[in-house]
């Protein structure tokens, strides 16, 4: 007799494995399934030759400093997850390379003419000084903004824990204002000047929104992360956190089946009921929990008639986020030998994000991040090589136009520019060292992550679809009781905090809805 499971969690990302983590610790017989031999999704690793490389991870803000644990790292305490954690004093370094009649252009450390060099310190102080240094007048404005999210934070962690709210009360009105304005108008609020919001906007690309579009609750909450506590990051890469996820899963009871991908959804009485696996093999259960994108799961797991007509509209309403392409480098010298200096270097060609989203529109505009992993973790290649990763942002749909005869000679035009970028940006030699290339465009990632032009962000994050209203609707936008989505297409969009966290919420809300029911956990 086939086994009716309490829960089934649909694919093992960031949010599935937290969502299965969750419910197997209550005791619920949980049921995790994979289409890949592997967990993780963005979260795991490859191999070529020498070289392990991460697949997308660049930096985590939610680590904590090596006195606090961090969100990310009070979740993996919280289940039991053993990670061995690196962590680096810094946020980011902007380079914008001067163009042919810039007044304000100057020759910075490496010798190249630029508008913009900014290498941003860890502490608010600090990094509000050094804000101020780069552009006079901004040091007030800065701390204001890391003020008012470090009260929305309190605030926002209240909301979790009903018996912080009497406290925060007086700051949920401020946190209703700030989230309705994007970045863009509350700095301009603030005060701080055009040049200095350029620089302190530097991360919006983690969230795949500019200022003018991005709220300014949202970035802010990431920005206060990285610059109390600096960048962490796994030894092991990000699939050490996977196999965590996975040990803990197994060892609470849970099962994980890989190489299990669901081709259908099985209704019954108008609401799921079970799944089939790979074509063929059927599987019960109470309760389910969706690690994908809806455009996804309502085109290949449903029968249209079976989707709410909401869920439909939605889909036409809600952009898909950018896309990444992604570089990959071993190289046969050190980080020292090829001059290598910081760990995540911004490199543009206009310091407003506006307009380097606008660029993405296009394939490679010039816009490209340069990250040096052995400058965290020394000892992640073999001795006398490094590993460099370079990874710009662009829409799927721009390779629509490329042939499939022309795809390979496309993507190595694409490295080739994207790599010459680094070399003029930095003054350092790349090409002639490098032992290892592999080449991921948005067609790669949409193959491995299976989600709409391979973006890792799910949906956009607009100012009518932000992290405050989709927390208000995000019952109302599950299209049945006991059918629950979770990762980069709910409420706090991309990145793998917001992922564990929707996964961990979604869990957290089978937990209780079986409890209600009389379950003894």
């Known amino acids: 007799m086939m086994k009716n499971y309490d829960v089934i969690i649909i694919g093992a990302g960031n949010g599935g494995l937290a969502a299965a983590a969750t419910c197997a610790k209550a005791g619920l017989s949980t049921l995790l399934l994979e289409r890949h031999n592997i967990p993780g999704g963005s979260a795991s690793s490859f191999v070529r030759g020498r070289f392990e490389f991460e697949p997308s991870l660049h930096e985590l803000a939610g680590v904590g400093a090596p006195d606090k644990s961090g969100q990310i790292e009070d979740m993996f305490i919280r289940f039991g997850g053993d990670v061995d954690w690196y962590q680096h004093d810094s946020t980011f370094r902007l380079v914008v390379p001067a163009k042919d009649g810039d007044k304000d252009a100057f020759v910075n450390e490496n010798g190249v003419r630029v508008t913009v060099d900014a290498r941003m310190p860890v502490g608010f102080e600090a990094f509000a000084r050094k804000l101020d240094e780069l552009v006079p007048g901004s040091y007030e404005s800065c701390i204001k903004a890391f003020d008012l999210a470090d009260r929305m934070f309190k605030a926002l962690n209240a909301l979790d824990n009903p018996a912080k709210l009497p406290a925060s009360f007086k700051d949920i009105p401020d946190i209703l204002r700030m989230v309705s304005h994007n970045m863009k108008e509350s700095l301009d609020a603030l005060g701080m000047p055009k040049k200095a919001q350029d620089i302190f906007n530097t991360y919006w690309c983690y969230l795949g929104s500019p200022a003018s579009q991005l ?80 455009n996804k799961v309502w085109s290949d797991l449903f029968e249209l008639k079976d989707v709410p007509e909401k869920q439909l509209k939605m889909l036409g309403t809600r ?80 390779m629509k136009d490329i042939r499939p ?117």
């Open 405 to 521: 005869q022309d795809y390979k000679k496309f993507k190595t035009k694409v490295a080739k520019d994207m790599i010459e970028t680094c070399e003029k940006a930095l003054n350092i030699s790349i090409t002639p060292y490098i032992e290892e290339i592999e080449i991921a465009l948005p067609p790669t990632f949409a193959r491995y992550l299976n989600t709409p032009w391979g973006t890792p962000y799910g949906y956009m994050l607009e100012k009518w679809d932000s992290m405050l209203p989709r927390t208000i609707q995000y019952m109302a936008d599950q299209p049945f009781e006991n059918f629950l989505f979770c990762g980069a297409s709910q409420e706090r969009g991309d990145g793998y905090g917001c992922a564990y966290y929707t996964g961990e919420k979604a869990g957290g809300l089978v937990v209780k809805a079986l409890e209600k029911e009389g379950y003894s956990l």
């Open 215 to 294: 709220d300014f609750l949202y970035y802010l909450a990431m920005l206060h992360s990285y610059v109390q506590n600096g960048t962490g990051i796994p030894k092991l890469r990000s699939h050490e956190m996977s196999l965590a996820l996975d040990k803990v899963i197994r060892d609470e009871g849970g099962e994980i089946w890989y190489n299990s991908e669901v081709t259908r959804v099985i209704m019954k009485d108008g609401k799921p009921a079970g799944v089939v696996i790979n074509g063929s093999k059927e599987v019960y259960g109470k309760y389910f929990i969706c690690n994908s994108s809806p």
């Open 319 to 398: 952009k898909v986020a950018c896309a990444l392409t992604t570089v990959y480098l071993g190289m046969n010298k050190t980080k020292e030998e090829l001059g290598i200096t910081d760990y995540s270097v911004f490199i543009a060609p206009d310091s407003d994000s506006d307009k380097q989203y606008d660029a993405a529109q296009s394939f490679f505009s010039g816009y490209c991040i340069i990250n040096c992993l052995n400058e965290i973790i020394p000892d992640c290649t073999p001795e006398g090589t490094s590993q460099l990763f370079l990874t710009t942002m662009t829409f799927g749909d721009v």
